[in-house]
């Protein structure tokens, strides 16, 4: 019986049954829905913030930002302290700072220092203080137990002379590191801006010029992305080169060692570096760097202000949904692929996750932290493997113990039934033990089989060499004296064969087979060469030492995976078949002369009595015995006819397809003149030799005959028939179209017009007589010339039959053109 193929299905209930595809489904979707979960704790608890942190340094530490060089820090460095003396210094020492810088002219000061007690020396220090654009800083504490900040800003007079008051406080994470700072700070009673923001405003506003103008600005993302519009908060953007800002010591500023022209036209950030006074904070590239003094945390926030590079992390729900995305890809992936290509699947979308979010983060200015996505798909791949190999072992397990407890098929020798114990893997190992040994036994027995067979068998490697003889090969190669075949390359080993006939379905390529196969003998027999498979995998008549025929096919071996290992080799003894063909040849002769020769005696009879005077109703009934003894005669003569097309080897020789039909057409004759019929050939121009076709005279000769005279018999008299040529050279065919102007063939009936006994017009025209033998002739001899047959047919319009048969190709005309010696 036939099998149906197997496809691959996505559905895991077709391929592991109902029962494990619905558990399959529900651990997925359970695999799934533990995913969701821990992205969605990831978004929006606090699960993975310590890793989101340490994943956003590392991308900040990989690249640096280019820093405006029309920023300057003043330090109060440690040599300051060294030559001025103790901390805090007198006002005076910062009034001469002030005189000194503003006789530089530049853009502006800003004043990382807090003057929150009065001094004598105030009125001093205001004044100089007005001499540039000044911007100082405010105290503002965290709020109380009501929510209020009360706010400390510098003594009445430095803030009124100020160009500006604004905040200095940064935002520190629950790790203690400064990643971002607040644009507006304040409570429901007042809001401070940023003291950088002031100066950038200021900048842009063009109340402020710099030196080398108002650097690029990239646009800014809105506000409202990180959730806190309110407090403006942002991201600062630092990198590995944060403190590589234009610096001065104090005390060189002061001692007016510092050429004016460095801080003309800059913005000049005034702040504490020196070690002593604890004005520093750990940023996210402290590790490299250290922690940072707070002047240069300043100078970065006035940097990416003026820039436009504020980071704004994005909404918590953006970064929940977009981490569904890898999430579902790998849930998709479990459907369809391998564990090794799952596994690559996981690590890739780890990485696309990281490179996503730094590429927001180097280009959009936006954090979408990876962590969610890199943990959702990160748990969920271990679990879902787990549990795949639980249910590998189950699997396992089950049809382990199913083939231990089913009825071994082979006979077997009786065994105490052995009990399994231990643990899990010991038990298995048990399983698969009983397991291999029954493989063991269909080895075995498949060798057996093998040795069973009565026709000789001979396998092969993919070099061609013999690798397993059955017992019948060994015994047939030993008849003949032959060596044992193993070992032995398979040529060598039949190369004691004679080539008698290929075999081949089509007969129009059957001569040329033939031929080639001659040609090529013994190299059909090397298996390795793949130009004879196919001739070989139909088969080929071969002859052996002690004249036995044999019928030697090839057949390709493969493993589980359709690769090629080997060739099976097959001899079956024909020579029975080929006596019982030629009994029936002698069969078919005997038959031929026997149901004859008594009609052709009858018809004699009846043509001596019929030239004797006798009663009419003696001729009548002479006339009805000479009718049913010819309709005899012709039913055995076609079947014989029929018979041997069908069965004899062709002989097959260069032939003219014209020849052929003239040759017909004269046997014709007498019929057709009988009722007026004329007989047309169109020669046509055959100069070009394509009207030469391989053939078998005599049955190519009657199969036009056969087709003429139903011509002749269905055309009514004073009719014409005409025999054209055609030729198609790109298929190298040639045709013969037979046309009658007869009654025709309904086209409901047209389908039948080649099966035995089939006849046309029985009803209508009783006087035509026939077996219904001869169309299925014409369609046997043309078929078995490897040609075909059209008809076209209408009730009143007249046949055209329609034979196309192959011509002799340019170099078998070049053959037969040339003189014979």
């Not at 801006?193 to 402020?208: D, N, R």
């Not at 009825?407 to 009983?434: C, I, K, Y």
């Not at 027995?445 to 060994?474: M, Q, T, Y």
Request: proline content about 6%.
């Amino acid at each position: 019986m036939p099998t149906t193929p197997t496809r691959l299905s996505l559905d895991p209930r077709a391929r592991l049954g109902r029962r494990a595809g619905r558990r399959f489904l529900i651990e997925w979707v359970g695999v799934g829905c533990l995913g969701i979960v821990m992205i969605l704790l990831t978004s929006f608890g606090r699960l993975g913030v310590g890793i989101d942190q340490l994943v956003y340094d590392r991308f900040l530490t990989l690249r640096e930002q280019p820093l405006l060089s029309d920023i300057v820090v003043v330090e109060i460095d440690n040599a300051s302290v060294a030559q001025l003396g103790r901390w805090p210094w007198p006002r005076s020492d910062h009034t001469r700072l002030l005189e000194q810088i503003a006789a530089a002219k530049p853009a502006a000061v800003v004043f990382d220092v807090l003057f929150t007690e009065p001094n004598v020396d105030d009125a001093g220090l205001a004044h100089a203080i007005a001499l540039s654009p000044t911007y100082l800083p405010i105290l503002l504490p965290p709020p109380d137990g009501s929510g209020a900040r009360a706010v400390v800003e510098p003594v009445a007079p430095l803030a009124h002379a100020a160009a500006g008051l604004g905040h200095i406080n940064f935002e520190v994470d629950t790790d203690g590191i400064v990643r971002s700072v607040a644009r507006f700070q304040g409570d429901n009673g007042s809001r401070w801006p940023q003291l950088m923001l002031l100066v950038a405003e200021a900048v842009e506003s063009g109340k402020l010029h710099l030196r080398d103008g108002l650097p690029q600005r990239r646009s800014s993302a809105p506000m409202d992305a990180s959730g806190n519009g309110g407090e403006g908060r942002f991201l600062i953007p630092f990198g590995p080169n944060a403190e590589n800002y234009t610096k001065f010591s104090f005390a060189d500023v002061l001692a007016g060692k510092v050429p004016a022209d460095q801080l003309r036209g800059r913005i000049v950030v005034i702040g504490v570096t020196a070690s002593g006074l604890y004005d520093r904070f750990a940023t996210p590239v402290s590790g490299e760097l250290g922690p940072q003094p707070g002047v240069y945390i300043h100078a970065n926030v006035l940097d990416t202000l003026l820039t436009g590079r504020e980071i704004l992390p994005v909404g918590r729900w953006i970064v929940f949904a977009s981490s569904l995305g890898p999430l579902a890809a790998l849930l998709a992936g479990f459907l369809v692929l391998s564990p090794r290509r799952s596994l690559l699947l996981t690590g890739a979308l780890v990485l696309v996750a990281a490179i996503s979010s730094a590429v927001l983060l180097y280009a959009g200015r936006l954090w979408m932290s990876p962590v969610p996505a890199i943990l959702g798909v990160m748990i969920v791949y271990p679990i879902w493997n787990w549990r795949r190999l639980e249910m590998t072992m189950a699997y396992l397990r089950g049809e382990l113990q199913r083939l231990a407890d089913e009825p071994h098929l082979l006979p077997e020798t009786p065994q105490r039934r052995r009990e399994f114990s231990g643990d899990v893997l010991e038990q298995h190992m048990a399983l698969m033990a009983q397991a291999a040994q029954r493989v063991q036994d269909m080895k075995r027995f498949v060798w057996d089989s093998l040795d069973s067979v009565p026709e000789p068998i001979l396998v092969s490697d993919l070099g061609g060499v013999v690798l397993i003889a059955n017992h019948a090969a060994k015994a047939h190669f030993a008849r003949l004296g032959a060596p044992l075949p193993e070992g032995q390359p398979m040529q060598t080993v039949l190369g004691g064969l004679t080539l008698v006939n290929t075999i081949d379905t089509d007969s129009s390529t059957d001569t040329e087979r033939n031929l080639y196969a001659h040609a090529q003998w013994p190299a059909l027999l090397d298996p390795t060469r793949d130009e004879f498979a196919a001739l070989m995998a139909q088969g080929v008549e071969v002859r052996d030492a002690n004249e036995r025929d044999h019928l030697l096919r090839y057949a390709t071996c493969t493993n589980a995976q359709g690769e090629t290992t080997g060739w099976i080799a097959g001899l079956v003894d024909v020579s029975a078949l080929h006596a019982a063909e030629r009994q029936r040849e002698d069969a078919l002769r005997l038959l031929s002369h026997d149901m004859r020769s008594p009609q052709a005696s009858i018809i004699a009879l009846v043509e001596i009595e019929r030239a004797r005077t006798e009663p009419v109703l003696a001729r009548n009934l002479l006339e009805r015995i000479e009718r049913y003894a010819q309709r005899a005669l012709t039913l055995a003569d076609d079947f014989v006819q029929l018979a041997r097309a069908e069965s004899q080897a062709y002989v097959l020789e260069p032939q003219n397809l014209t020849e052929l039909v003239i040759d017909a057409s004269d046997e014709v004759w007498p019929q057709a003149h009988a009722k007026r019929i004329a007989l047309h050939t169109e020669m046509g121009d055959e100069s070009d030799g394509l009207h030469w076709i391989y053939a078998d005279r005599s049955l190519m000769t009657r199969a036009l005959v056969n087709i003429l005279n139903n011509a002749v018999k269905y055309s009514p008299p004073d009719t014409r028939i005409v025999c054209s040529f055609a030729s198609q050279p790109a298929k190298a065919r040639v045709s013969c179209t037979i046309r009658d102007q007869g009654y025709g063939i309904p086209k409901e009936q047209q389908a039948g017009l080649f099966e035995r006994f089939r006849r046309f017009h029985e009803a209508e025209r009783p006087e035509v007589g026939g077996a219904g033998l001869g169309m299925a002739f014409v369609k046997t001899v043309v078929t078995r010339h490897g040609g075909s047959v059209d008809v076209v047919s209408a009730p009143g319009e007249g046949t055209a039959f329609t034979i196309w048969l192959p011509t002799l190709d340019d170099a078998q005309l070049d053959e037969l053109a040339a003189p014979r010696t």
